[in-house]
């Protein structure tokens, strides 16, 4: 068991110079923070008389949801593939529809400003926000992902194959 | 309790009714207003020490409470408002002062002065003055270390409060602000 004498003999590591350097160091750090206290701390800057009395944050309108949303990209396209799967019922004899035929709000849409829209025009902080309003809206629609994998799936090619 | 602490306290507790009012959507907009009243001047004057301009400040205070009202739902509750409030400002000062200089890069070739001389285009302008020396000393800080030094000389945040605004241990904040101090003193000896 190490006695006192061994432990103070343990040499802990420190810059070169550190302990040379730190007594002028501090001095001088002292002679700056009161040579700041000798200066007059006056505003010297003038704000507009009654700036602030009218003053509001342009606050935007409450859109409406566009058809064009996120949410409503993975309602649709949920909803085409459920149709999808339907089909595998429907007798052979009947018209088969075929997916253009199938109306979504998609189709309003080129898949090119889709995938830009998406892909681009939101904020991975933004598609988080959006990830978790969907699971609290749709949650069986909509799997938990992370803002990532989010990310991930809307590559391109991905996004593509998935609509 | 000490009536700094007991005031502390009574702002916070403000503070979270506000906050459980601005997630009930009839009560939203009003809860928000009350925010912005609560702490627009604070806010105007750190950013008005940053960037000099009133022009400018007020377009930045504008797109800090842009980004308070878009965001604050997800605040997580885990620092104080008026601190979270304060990091979303210091951001856009830093992003708008980081921009100024690259555009000035671009189209002048010229990146040093631009504040200096904004203030020296300030009313009332005294280059004799001891505050106005110390107002050209503080424009020549770097930007984040000079938010550092006006947080802690004039709204006289504490450094743990100043760690959550910028995500910096409060060791290198002392140090940013030391470092600082002496370079204002240098500067206003020289001039």
Redesign the interface.
């Known amino acids: 068991m190490k006695n006192r004498n061994d432990i103070e003999k343990i040499n802990w590591a420190y810059p070169d110079g550190y302990l040379q350097n730190f007594t002028p160091q501090l001095m001088e750090q002292i002679k700056a923070e009161e040579f700041l206290e000798t200066l007059p701390k006056a505003n010297v800057y003038t704000m507009p008389v009654n700036y602030f009395t009218n003053w509001k944050v342009n606050i935007p309108t409450q859109k409406k949801q566009s058809i064009f949303s996120y949410k409503n990209i993975g309602i649709a396209a949920s909803l085409l593939l459920l149709l999808a799967i339907g089909m595998q019922f429907v007798n052979v004899q009947t018209k088969q529809l075929n997916n253009e035929e199938i109306t979504t709000a998609i189709d309003f849409m080129p898949k090119e400003e889709i995938i830009q829209y998406v892909g681009n025009n939101i904020d991975e902080f933004e598609l988080e926000i959006l990830i978790i309003d969907s699971v609290n809206a749709n949650s069986q629609l909509v799997p938990t992902i992370s803002a990532q994998e989010a990310k991930e799936f809307l590559q391109t090619e991905n996004l593509e194959e998935y609509l | 309790m000490l009536p700094d602490i007991e005031n502390k306290v009574i702002m916070q507790d403000i503070d979270a009714i506000l906050l459980d009012d601005f997630a009930n959507p009839t009560r939203k ?1 009003l809860a ?1 207003a009350k925010i ?1 009243d609560k702490y ?2 604070r806010l ?2 750190h950013i ?2 940053m960037v ?1 301009s ?1 022009d400018d400040a007020d377009d930045i205070l ?1 797109e800090a ?2 980004k308070a ?1 878009k ?1 604050l ?2 605040f997580r509750r885990d620092c104080a408002l008026y601190t979270w409030l304060y990091r979303i400002a210091t951001n856009c000062c830093l992003t708008f002062l980081a921009s100024k200089k690259k555009k000035m890069q671009l189209l002048q070739n010229v990146v040093e002065g631009y504040l200096e001389n904004t203030v020296k285009s ?4 005294d280059g004799n003055k ?3 020396k ?2 050209l000393a503080i424009q020549s800080l770097p930007e984040k270390q000079k938010a550092v030094f006006n947080l802690r ?2 709204d006289e945040m504490p450094y743990e409060q100043m760690s959550e605004v910028f995500g910096t241990s409060v060791g290198a904040l002392k140090a940013s602000y ?1 470092h600082a ?2 370079k ?2 240098e500067y ?1 000896l020289q001039h």
């Open positions: 907009e928000f912005v627009k001047q105007y004057w008005r020490r000099v009133h504008q409470f842009m009202w965001y739902d997800h300030s009313e009332n302008f001891l505050e106005w110390l107002q000389y004039y030391h101090a002496k204002i003193e206003i």
